[in-house]
T-cell receptor, first 113, second 114 residues
Framework: DQQVKQNSPSLSVQEGRISILNCDYT??????FLWYKKYPAEGPTFLIS?????DKNEDGRFTVFLNKSAKHLSLHIVPSQPGDSAVYFC????????????FGTGTRLQVTL | DTGVSQNPRHKITKRGQNVTFRCDPI?????LYWYRQTLGQGPEFLTY????????KSRLLSDRFSAERPKGSFSTLEIQRTEQGDSAMYLC????????????FGPGTRLTVL
């Protein structure tokens, strides 16, 4: 049972444009959500997070939006840069999960020139 | 702050051999997690420690797997009698309360079982 889903395995965006990565979850106990970026042969790097008491969190070029009623979150990257090309993972944790993270399967973002 | 470190970065072993991996968390992070990632999947939780206490183990962690964090600092993950299905990237992460959900990952150990 995939509790965190990233339905787009890949996304291609032109440099300077907006990248939008989506994530859906099914477990209503999740109350904290994170986005990680991963390059090949490296561990995931933390990007940004959001608590369920908020619906938006912004950090520089990265903004995460949370829609609790739809159990959906998205990561916006504006403007996209070639260095943003990587695999992006959505993760969630919640009350009673001992803070362990449940990850989606990732979306590979390619930013083209 | 040097981040989470893991050793070795790569390990190639033959089926049936035992392997041990080490993780050094960010200093003062009292929570330490192990995850496993296979191709095309996101990391999957294996186990976690708060200080030296192992508080939760996933069903993925068979009897051949054992993890320790003897002094509440570094941790080791041992796999006995390795199988080809154990081939994966093993990731370690650490975090610090009060809300320890932001976990910082190390570079991982890539295990290949021949």
């Amino acid at each position: 049972d995939q509790q965190v889903k990233q339905n787009s395995p890949s996304l291609s965006v032109q440099e300077g444009r907006i990248s939008i990565l989506n994530c859906d979850y099914t477990n209503s106990m999740f109350d904290y959500f994170l986005w990680y970026k991963k390059y090949p042969a490296e561990g995931p790097t933390f990007l940004i997070s959001i608590s369920s008491i908020k619906d938006k969190n912004e950090d520089g070029r990265f903004t995460v939006f949370l829609n609790k009623s739809a159990k959906h979150l998205s990561l916006h990257i504006v403007p996209s840069q070639p260095g943003d090309s990587a695999v992006y993972f959505c993760a969630a944790s919640g009350t009673g999960t001992a803070s362990k993270l449940t990850f989606g399967t990732g979306t590979r973002l390619q930013v083209t020139l | 702050d040097t981040g989470v470190s893991q050793n070795p970065r790569h390990k190639i072993t033959k089926r049936g051999q035992n392997v041990t991996f080490r993780c050094d968390p960010i200093s003062e992070h009292n929570r330490l997690y192990w995850y496993r990632q296979t191709l095309g999947q996101g990391p999957e939780f294996l186990t976690y420690f708060q200080n030296e206490a192992q508080l939760e183990k996933s069903r993925l962690l068979s009897d051949r797997f054992s993890a320790e964090r003897p002094k509440g600092s570094f941790s080791t993950l041992e796999i006995q009698r390795t199988e080809q299905g154990d081939s994966a990237m093993y990731l370690c992460a650490s975090s610090r309360p009060p809300r320890g959900d932001t976990q910082y990952f190390g570079p991982g150990t890539r295990l290949t079982v021949l």
